[in-house]
C-alpha cells in the first residue's frame, strides 16, 4: 500500500533554533500535503494545507510565520519551525491524499524543545 | 462551520464485551467518514470509511460503523473487544474540496479490563 514518511522521527532542540520536519510520500506523487499537531492525549489539529507549487494555507490561528511550509515537490513537504520554544513541543503528523477520499498518514515527528 | 464531535472521552470495556463509539458531525451536505485507532507510540491506523452506498461498513479487526444521515452520526461498534483493542480511537470527516481535507474528532481513550 501506499507509503507515507516523516523524517526524523524525533528531535530535540534548544530554544531559539529552527528545525525542519520532512514529509515523503515514497510511492506516489501528491501535490497536496496536509500538517497536523496532536497535543498529549489530545486529538490532531490541522495546522495547513501543503499545495506543491504554491503557497501553503492555514488553519485559524496557526501562525504561518512560526510554522513555514515548503512543498519543494511532489513527494516532499517541509515544515519548519521557527524560533522554537517549549511550548512548541508536540507530536507532528503529516498526511497526503492517493486518490479521493483516501488520506495516508505519516508516522509522525515528536518534537522536545528545550 | 464544519465539527466532528466525540461525546465519550472515555470508555472502559471488559474484554469479549460489546463495545460503541459515538460520532457526530456537523455539516450541510454528506461527508466522507473515517474512523481511525492509534495505539501508544504508534501512527494512526485506518478501520473504516464511508463515502457512499450502504450506510453499513465493515472495516478491519472486526469493527463496524453505520452511518445514519438523520442524526448525522457515525458510530463505530465491535461484537467482542480484545484487550489489544485498547487504544485511543479519532473519528474523522473528510471533504471532498480540492484540498480533501480532514478533520478529526477528539477521540475516545479505550480501556480494556481482562
Known amino acids: 500500500g501506499a507509503v507515507v514518511s516523516q523524517h526524523p522521527s524525533r528531535v530535540i532542540c534548544k530554544s531559539g533554533t529552527s528545525v525542519k520536519i520532512e514529509c515523503r510520500s515514497l510511492?506516489?506523487?501528491?501535490?497536496?500535503m496536509f500538517w497536523y499537531r496532536q497535543f498529549p492525549k489530545k486529538s490532531l489539529m490541522l495546522m495547513a494545507t501543503?499545495?506543491?507549487?504554491?503557497?501553503?494555507?492555514?488553519e485559524q490561528g496557526v501562525e504561518k510565520d512560526k510554522f513555514l511550509i515548503n512543498h519543494a515537490s511532489l513527494t516532499l513537504s517541509t515544515l519548519t519551525v521557527t524560533s522554537a520554544h517549549p511550548e512548541d513541543s508536540s507530536f507532528y503528523i503529516c498526511s497526503a491524499p492517493l486518490a479521493a477520499e483516501t488520506q495516508y498518514f505519516g508516522p509522525g515527528t515528536r518534537l522536545l524543545v528545550l | 462551520a464544519q465539527s466532528v464531535t466525540q461525546p465519550d472521552i472515555h470508555i472502559t470495556v471488559s474484554e469479549g464485551a460489546s463495545l460503541e463509539l459515538r460520532c457526530n458531525y456537523s455539516?450541510?451536505?454528506?461527508?466522507?467518514l473515517f474512523w481511525y485507532v492509534q495505539s501508544p507510540g504508534q501512527g494512526l491506523q485506518l478501520l473504516l470509511k464511508?463515502?457512499?452506498?450502504?450506510?453499513l461498513v465493515q472495516g478491519i479487526k472486526g469493527f463496524e460503523a453505520e452511518f445514519k444521515r438523520s442524526q448525522s452520526s457515525f458510530n463505530l461498534r465491535k461484537p467482542s473487544v480484545h484487550w489489544s483493542d485498547a487504544a485511543e480511537y479519532f473519528c474523522a470527516v473528510g471533504w471532498k474540496t480540492s484540498y480533501d481535507k480532514v478533520i478529526f474528532g477528539p477521540g475516545t481513550s479505550l480501556s480494556v479490563i481482562p
Open positions: 455539516y450541510g451536505a454528506t461527508p466522507y
Open positions: 464511508y463515502f457512499s452506498g450502504d450506510t
Open positions: 501543503s499545495n506543491e507549487g504554491s503557497k501553503a494555507t492555514y
Open positions: 510511492d506516489f506523487q501528491a501535490t497536496t
